[in-house]
C-alpha cells in the first residue's frame, strides 16, 4: 500500500517547534548528588556554618531577615501543606479512576499523607533517623526510588495501560498540571521543604508519563499534537 | 531588586535554600534544553549535571539584565554544546554541510524516511544528521541567530541557514502524518489538550 507523500506545513511545524520550546522534563540530576559536588567546590556552605562559601562573591546587599530565611508564617506553612496533600489526593483519585497502577500509587501516597498529617505519630525522641540530614537523605533516597518505579510501571505495565482510557489520562494530566504549578508556587516560598519537593518532583515525573502513555492509548489515526 | 537577584545573592553566599530553589524552579526547563541538544538520556543526565555546577559557578557573573533561566539557559547550551564535543557528538559540522544532500526520489533511504512515522518532533529531531540537529534545535527552538551558530559552532551563516532549511524540509516529510492534525480534521484525528 503506499505511503502519502504529503508533507507537514511550515505553519505546522512551526506550531509543533512551539510546543517543543515550551517542553520540560522531570530533572535530570538529583539534588543530593549536586549538593555533593557543590560542597566538594564550596560553591555550598556547609550546615550550620555561618560563614560565606565562596570568597569570589560580591559585597552584599543588606537583606531583612525576612528575606534572609525566605521567612513565611507558620500558618501560611501548614496551609500550602495542606493545599499540596489536597491536591495530591485529587490527582491520586483521578489516577486512581482508570489505572490498576494508579489505584495503588494514589492509596500509597494517601496513606504517606495521612501519616505525615497526624502529628500524634511523629516521635521525635525516638525517630529512626539520628540527623535530619539522615532523615533528608533517606527521604531522597524514596523519591527517587519512587520515581524510578513509576516511571517503569508507565513504560511496562500493559495491563494498566489498556484499562486507562484517552478521556481518563487526559483529566490526570489536567490534574497534574495543576499540582505541578501549586507546588512549584509554593517552593519558591519554602524551597527546602521535603514534602513539597517530593510532591513537585513525582508531579512532573507523572506528567511525563502520562504524555507517554496517552500516546499509547489514542487510537492508530490519532495523535499527541498539543499538551 | 528582584526576587531573582536576591536568591542569587543568598546562593553566591552558598545558602543551601537559594542554591536548591535555583535549581528546582530552573531544572524542568534546563534540563529540557540539555536533552534536547544531547538526545541521549543517560549522556543528558551526565551533561546535565555539569552544566548545573557551572551555572553555579558562575552565578558571581549574573547581573539581574535578564530573567535568571534567561542567563542559565545560554550556560546551559554552551556548556551542552562543549560537552558533546568532548564526545564526538557534533564532529564536523562543516563536512556535513557539504556532504548532505537532496535524495533521490529512488533513494532508499528517502523510502525508509518515508515509512518511518515519528510520534513527536523530539523522535523526528533524532533523525536528523548530527549537524543539522543542532542548527535546528538551536535556531528554530533556542532561538539563537545564524550568526550566533556559526560563531558557537565553528561554521559560515551560510551553512548555517542551509542545515536549517534541510533539517525543516526533512522534518516536514518525517511529520508528514501530523497534517491531520493542523487541517481541521477535528478531534478524532488530533487530541489537543
Redesign the interface.
Known amino acids: 500500500m503506499p505511503l502519502p507523500s504529503k508533507e507537514l506545513s511550515e505553519q505546522a511545524l512551526d506550531a509543533l517547534i512551539v510546543r517543543e520550546r515550551t517542553r520540560i522534563v522531570a530533572p535530570l540530576t538529583e539534588w543530593r548528588t549536586l549538593a555533593l559536588q557543590l560542597r566538594d567546590e564550596g560553591l555550598l556552605r556547609a550546615p550550620g556554618d555561618p560563614r560565606g562559601a565562596r570568597t569570589d562573591a560580591p559585597p552584599q546587599p543588606r537583606v531583612t531577615p525576612r528575606e534572609r530565611v525566605g521567612w513565611i508564617a507558620p500558618a501560611a506553612r501548614w496551609t500550602m501543606r495542606i493545599a499540596a496533600s489536597v491536591a495530591l489526593v485529587a490527582v491520586g483519585i483521578v489516577a486512581g479512576r482508570g489505572m490498576t497502577v494508579g489505584n495503588d500509587i494514589a492509596h500509597t501516597i494517601q496513606m504517606a499523607i495521612a501519616d505525615s498529617s497526624d502529628v500524634s505519630h511523629v516521635r521525635v525522641g525516638g525517630a529512626p533517623y539520628g540527623s535530619a540530614e539522615e532523615a533528608r537523605t533517606a527521604l531522597v533516597k524514596s523519591e527517587s526510588e519512587y520515581q524510578r518505579a513509576a516511571a517503569y510501571l508507565a513504560a511496562t505495565d500493559t495491563a494498566a495501560r489498556t484499562a486507562a482510557s484517552p478521556q481518563v489520562l487526559q483529566d490526570r494530566l489536567a490534574a497534574l498540571d495543576e499540582v505541578t504549578v501549586t507546588a512549584l508556587k509554593a517552593l519558591r516560598d519554602a524551597p527546602d521543604d521535603p514534602l513539597l519537593n517530593q510532591y513537585y518532583l513525582s508531579a512532573v515525573s507523572a506528567r511525563e508519563a502520562t504524555i507517554q502513555r496517552l500516546s499509547h492509548s489514542l487510537p492508530a489515526d490519532a495523535r499527541v499534537v498539543r499538551f | ?1 528582584t ?1 531573582d537577584q ?1 536568591t542569587v ?2 546562593a ?10 535555583l ?3 530552573n ?3 534546563i ?2 534544553v ?3 541538544l544531547c538526545g541521549d ?1 543517560d549522556l ?2 551526565d551533561i ?2 555539569e552544566v ?2 557551572q551555572i ?2 558562575a552565578l ?1 557573573s549574573y547581573r539581574g539584565d535578564s530573567q535568571f533561566g534567561t542567563w542559565a539557559h545560554r550556560i546551559a547550551v554552551n556548556r551542552s554544546l562543549n560537552a558533546l564535543r568532548k564526545v564526538r557528538r557534533i564532529a564536523k559540522i562543516e563536512t556535513d554541510v557539504e556532504e548532505e544532500t537532496a535524495a533521490a526520489p529512488d533513494d532508499p533511504a528517502a523510502e525508509s524516511e ?2 518511518f512515522m515519528a ?4 523522535q523526528a529531531v533524532q533523525r536528523l544528521s548530527p549537524g543539522a540537529r543542532t542548527v535546528f534545535l538551536l535556531h ?3 532561538g539563537y541567530t545564524h550568526e550566533e551558530i556559526a560563531q558557537e559552532l565553528g561554521i559560515t551563516p551560510g551553512g548555517s541557514k542551509s542545515q536549517l532549511f534541510k533539517a ?1 524540509a526533512k ?3 518525517l ?8 487541517a481541521g480534521a477535528g478531534p ?6
Do not use: K
Open positions: 531588586m526576587t536576591l545573592r543568598r553566591i553566599d552558598g545558602d543551601e535554600r537559594a542554591l536548591r530553589q535549581w528546582m524552579e531544572a524542568p526547563h534540563d529540557a540539555v536533552l534536547r538520556r543528558a543526565a546535565a549535571q548545573w555546577i553555579f559557578r558571581p518515508r515509512s510520534q513527536s518532533i523530539d528554530d527552538v533556542e525543516r522534518l516536514r516529510r511529520l508528514a502524518h501530523f497534517a491531520d492534525g493542523f478524532s484525528h488530533a487530541t489537543p489538550f
